[in-house]
Each structure stands twice: as C-alpha cells, then as structure tokens.
C-alpha cells in the first residue's frame, strides 16, 4: 500500500513562493506517474502537474511557466516550485501517485496553500 504526506503549504502574498514536498512510501521508481492536482471551488479537479516515466512532464496551462515539478527519485519525493503565486491558486494540493504493477492510484491528504494579502 503507497502511502503519501504532502508538505510545505502556507500562506503567502500574491507573487510569493513555496516549495511543496510529497514524500512516498515507495520508490518514485515504480510509480508510472506521480504529480499534483488542486480542486478550487466551484471548479472541476485540474492536473496541476505530473511526470510520467515515459512521456515527461506535464502542465496545466494556468501554471505553466510559474510551477515547476520535480522528482528525487533516491529520497522518494516529488516537489512542487511554486512561482508567482496568484490569488486563484489558493485550494488544497494534492499529491498523486499511479502504479501499474500492480495497478493502483494513492493520494496524499493535501496542504493547504493560502495566496492573499
């Protein structure tokens, strides 16, 4: 059973920050993608950010280019640069994690990430 914790969600000023960590019970190496998700009110759950093994990284367009992921495959983390936060981005983060051998999808508890004045 994989198991994550997100960390490093806070409050910050609209062009601020943070730096959110998911650490895994697993081995980022067996995991077919890991990434973030976000679900804002009144708005459909979006793919924030993701890494597949075979196809890269991907990103929503409302992120790209101020969010940035990463994964630290031998500390099973994955990492979230956050860059030029903007008020919208304020909702939970959720770290996500797919295996195919076998098959299952896991999802941490999320962190809180706050943007305002």
């Known amino acids: 059973q994989v198991q994550l914790v997100e960390s490093g969600g806070g409050l910050v000023q609209p062009g601020g920050s943070l730096r959110l960590a998911c650490a895994a019970s697993?081995?980022?190496?067996?995991?077919?993608?890991v990434g973030w998700y976000r679900r804002r009110p009144g708005k459909e759950r979006e793919l924030v950010a993701t890494?597949?093994?075979?196809?890269?990284?991907n990103y929503a367009e409302s992120v790209k280019g101020r969010f940035t992921t990463t994964r630290d495959n031998g500390e099973n983390t994955l990492f979230l640069q956050k860059n030029a936060l903007k008020t919208e981005d304020t909702t939970v983060y959720y770290c996500?994690?797919?295996?195919?051998?076998?098959?299952?999808?896991?999802w941490g508890p999320g962190t809180q990430v706050t943007v305002s004045y």
């Open positions: 697993d081995s980022m190496s067996g995991f077919d993608l």
């Open positions: 890494i597949l093994s075979r196809f890269g990284t």
């Open positions: 996500y994690a797919q295996t195919h051998d076998p098959f299952g999808q896991y």
